[in-house]
Protein backbone atom coordinates (compact mmCIF):
# COMPACT_ATOMS: atom_id res chain seq x y z
CA UNK A 1 0.00 0.00 0.00
CA UNK A 2 0.96 3.93 -0.54
CA UNK A 3 3.34 5.13 2.02
CA UNK A 4 2.27 8.14 3.59
CA UNK A 5 5.60 10.06 5.19
CA UNK A 6 6.65 11.06 8.69
CA UNK A 7 5.81 14.34 9.72
CA UNK A 8 8.61 15.36 12.05
CA UNK A 9 8.76 18.59 14.80
CA UNK A 10 10.45 19.21 17.49
CA UNK A 11 14.38 19.13 17.86
CA UNK A 12 16.17 17.45 14.71
CA UNK A 13 16.70 13.51 14.90
CA UNK A 14 20.27 14.26 14.96
CA UNK A 15 21.11 16.25 17.53
CA UNK A 16 17.97 14.55 19.67
CA UNK A 17 18.76 12.23 22.48
CA UNK A 18 15.15 11.45 22.77
CA UNK A 19 11.88 10.70 20.12
CA UNK A 20 8.33 10.61 20.78
CA UNK A 21 6.04 9.00 18.30
CA UNK A 22 2.89 10.15 17.84
CA UNK A 23 0.02 8.79 16.41
CA UNK A 24 -3.12 10.38 15.64
CA UNK A 25 -6.97 9.13 15.63
CA UNK A 26 -9.11 8.16 13.21
CA UNK A 27 -10.43 11.57 10.61
CA UNK A 28 -7.28 13.62 12.36
CA UNK A 29 -3.69 14.01 10.88
CA UNK A 30 -0.06 14.03 11.57
CA UNK A 31 -0.28 17.84 12.14
CA UNK A 32 -3.55 17.14 14.79
CA UNK A 33 -1.46 14.85 16.84
CA UNK A 34 1.75 17.53 16.62
CA UNK A 35 -0.23 20.24 18.25
CA UNK A 36 -0.44 18.63 21.37
CA UNK A 37 3.28 18.56 21.94
CA UNK A 38 3.32 22.25 23.28
CA UNK A 39 1.08 20.73 26.34
CA UNK A 40 4.02 17.96 27.09
CA UNK A 41 6.94 17.95 28.35
CA UNK A 42 8.36 16.95 25.38
CA UNK A 43 10.85 20.48 24.46
CA UNK A 44 14.62 18.11 24.02
CA UNK A 45 12.27 15.11 21.40
CA UNK A 46 12.57 14.61 18.21
CA UNK A 47 9.34 14.15 17.03
CA UNK A 48 8.04 11.58 14.53
CA UNK A 49 3.87 11.71 13.49
CA UNK A 50 3.21 8.92 11.01
CA UNK A 51 0.73 9.77 8.81
CA UNK A 52 -2.52 7.21 7.76
CA UNK A 53 -3.95 7.06 4.57
CA UNK A 54 -6.79 8.58 4.13
CA UNK A 55 -6.33 9.79 7.59
CA UNK A 56 -7.49 5.89 8.94
CA UNK A 57 -4.99 3.50 10.25
CA UNK A 58 -7.59 0.89 9.53
CA UNK A 59 -11.56 0.69 8.66
CA UNK A 60 -13.18 -1.27 10.80
CA UNK A 61 -13.75 -1.32 15.18
CA UNK A 62 -10.32 -2.38 16.59
CA UNK A 63 -12.79 -4.17 18.39
CA UNK A 64 -13.01 -6.39 14.77
CA UNK A 65 -11.53 -9.73 14.20
CA UNK A 66 -8.27 -8.84 13.24
CA UNK A 67 -8.62 -10.50 9.80
CA UNK A 68 -11.17 -7.82 9.07
CA UNK A 69 -8.50 -4.94 9.29
CA UNK A 70 -6.27 -6.79 7.16
CA UNK A 71 -4.02 -5.16 5.07
CA UNK A 72 -4.55 -2.16 6.67
CA UNK A 73 -3.29 -3.35 10.28
CA UNK A 74 0.14 -4.89 9.24
CA UNK A 75 0.18 -1.65 7.30
CA UNK A 76 0.14 0.53 9.85
CA UNK A 77 2.37 -1.32 12.50
CA UNK A 78 4.81 -1.42 9.49
CA UNK A 79 4.23 2.65 9.65
CA UNK A 80 5.19 2.75 13.16
CA UNK A 81 8.07 0.32 12.83
CA UNK A 82 9.64 2.66 10.06
CA UNK A 83 9.66 5.99 12.89
CA UNK A 84 11.33 3.80 15.28
CA UNK A 85 14.00 2.66 12.94
CA UNK A 86 13.88 6.38 12.05
CA UNK A 87 14.87 7.16 15.71
CA UNK A 88 17.39 4.31 15.62
CA UNK A 89 19.15 4.92 13.12
CA UNK A 90 19.89 8.57 14.06
CA UNK A 91 21.56 6.90 16.83
CA UNK A 92 18.52 7.09 19.40
CA UNK A 93 18.47 4.03 21.92
CA UNK A 94 15.26 2.04 22.72
CA UNK A 95 14.94 3.18 25.99
CA UNK A 96 14.83 6.99 24.97
CA UNK A 97 12.27 6.12 22.48
CA UNK A 98 8.63 7.24 23.42
CA UNK A 99 4.89 6.55 22.29
CA UNK A 100 1.76 8.53 22.29
CA UNK A 101 -1.79 8.12 20.80
CA UNK A 102 -4.87 9.26 20.66
CA UNK A 103 -8.67 6.81 20.46
CA UNK A 104 -7.32 4.96 17.00
CA UNK A 105 -3.71 5.83 17.68
CA UNK A 106 -3.77 4.53 20.78
CA UNK A 107 -5.04 1.03 19.83
CA UNK A 108 -2.18 1.24 17.76
CA UNK A 109 -0.07 2.09 20.04
CA UNK A 110 -0.85 -0.40 22.33
CA UNK A 111 -0.95 -3.19 19.79
CA UNK A 112 2.78 -2.14 18.51
CA UNK A 113 4.13 -1.66 21.82
CA UNK A 114 2.86 -4.84 22.75
CA UNK A 115 3.94 -7.02 19.90
CA UNK A 116 7.32 -5.79 20.22
CA UNK A 117 8.03 -5.46 23.92
CA UNK A 118 11.20 -4.06 25.67
CA UNK A 119 12.68 -1.12 27.52
CA UNK A 120 10.62 1.87 26.07
CA UNK A 121 10.91 5.36 27.44
CA UNK A 122 7.54 5.46 27.78
CA UNK A 123 4.49 4.97 26.24
CA UNK A 124 0.80 6.81 26.45
CA UNK A 125 -2.36 5.83 24.90
CA UNK A 126 -5.33 7.63 25.42
CA UNK A 127 -8.56 6.43 25.28
CA UNK A 128 -7.25 2.81 23.85
CA UNK A 129 -6.91 -0.44 24.14
CA UNK A 130 -5.20 -3.72 22.54
CA UNK A 131 -6.82 -4.65 18.79
CA UNK A 132 -8.94 -7.90 18.34
CA UNK A 133 -12.13 -8.99 19.12
CA UNK A 134 -10.35 -10.66 21.82
CA UNK A 135 -6.58 -10.01 23.40
CA UNK A 136 -4.62 -12.84 21.12
CA UNK A 137 -1.65 -13.76 24.10
CA UNK A 138 -0.19 -15.29 20.99
CA UNK A 139 0.03 -11.91 19.26
CA UNK A 140 2.64 -10.44 22.18
CA UNK A 141 6.13 -11.07 23.04
CA UNK A 142 8.85 -9.56 25.19
CA UNK A 143 9.18 -7.64 28.65
CA UNK A 144 9.10 -3.90 29.05
CA UNK A 145 11.49 -4.46 32.06
CA UNK A 146 9.57 -1.81 33.86
CA UNK A 147 8.90 0.74 30.90
CA UNK A 148 6.24 3.47 32.38
CA UNK A 149 2.73 3.72 30.18
CA UNK A 150 -0.20 5.45 31.01
CA UNK A 151 -3.58 4.37 30.05
CA UNK A 152 -6.08 6.94 30.68
CA UNK A 153 -9.90 6.73 29.27
CA UNK A 154 -13.50 7.86 29.71
CA UNK A 155 -16.42 5.40 31.31
CA UNK A 156 -18.30 5.49 29.20
CA UNK A 157 -16.62 5.84 26.07
CA UNK A 158 -18.14 5.72 22.50
CA UNK A 159 -15.40 3.59 20.73
CA UNK A 160 -13.40 1.98 23.64
CA UNK A 161 -15.08 -0.23 26.22
CA UNK A 162 -13.69 0.16 29.78
CA UNK A 163 -13.47 -3.46 29.61
CA UNK A 164 -10.88 -3.08 27.22
CA UNK A 165 -8.62 -0.60 28.63
CA UNK A 166 -9.35 -2.83 31.98
CA UNK A 167 -7.51 -6.07 29.70
CA UNK A 168 -4.70 -4.31 27.90
CA UNK A 169 -3.75 -2.88 31.30
CA UNK A 170 -3.55 -6.65 32.77
CA UNK A 171 -1.61 -7.86 29.46
CA UNK A 172 0.97 -5.27 29.33
CA UNK A 173 1.21 -5.67 33.31
CA UNK A 174 1.87 -9.61 32.55
CA UNK A 175 4.77 -8.24 30.08
CA UNK A 176 6.55 -6.15 32.71
CA UNK A 177 5.30 -2.85 32.34
CA UNK A 178 4.65 -0.52 35.00
CA UNK A 179 1.27 0.66 34.27
CA UNK A 180 -0.89 3.55 35.21
CA UNK A 181 -4.70 3.18 34.11
CA UNK A 182 -6.70 6.38 34.86
CA UNK A 183 -10.52 6.36 34.49
CA UNK A 184 -12.36 9.50 34.05
CA UNK A 185 -16.28 8.98 34.60
CA UNK A 186 -17.78 10.60 31.87
CA UNK A 187 -15.20 12.38 30.21
CA UNK A 188 -16.19 11.90 26.58
CA UNK A 189 -14.25 11.22 23.60
CA UNK A 190 -11.14 13.60 24.27
CA UNK A 191 -8.02 14.45 25.81
CA UNK A 192 -8.39 16.30 28.90
CA UNK A 193 -5.95 18.75 30.90
CA UNK A 194 -5.56 16.19 33.80
CA UNK A 195 -4.59 13.47 31.40
CA UNK A 196 -1.70 15.84 30.13
CA UNK A 197 -0.82 16.32 33.59
CA UNK A 198 -0.48 12.84 34.03
CA UNK A 199 1.39 12.01 31.15
CA UNK A 200 3.52 14.85 32.04
CA UNK A 201 4.18 13.85 35.89
CA UNK A 202 4.99 9.70 35.19
CA UNK A 203 6.04 10.02 31.61
CA UNK A 204 7.72 13.01 30.36
CA UNK A 205 9.82 13.31 33.12
Excluded at 70 to 79: F, H, M, N, V, Y
Excluded at 120 to 130: C, N
Aim: hydrophobic share 45%; charged share 15%; aromatic share 8%.
Amino acid sequence: MHQEPIRTAGKPLASAAKALIMLHGRGGSAADILSLAPHLHVQDYALLAPQATQNTWYPNSFLAPPSQNEPWLTDALAAVGRAVAAAESAGIAKENIYFLGFSQGACLTLEYVARHAGRYGGVVAFTGGVIGDRVYLDHYTGDFLGTPIFLGTSDPDPHVPVERVHASTALLTSLGAAVTEQIYPRMGHTISQEEIDVANTIIFV
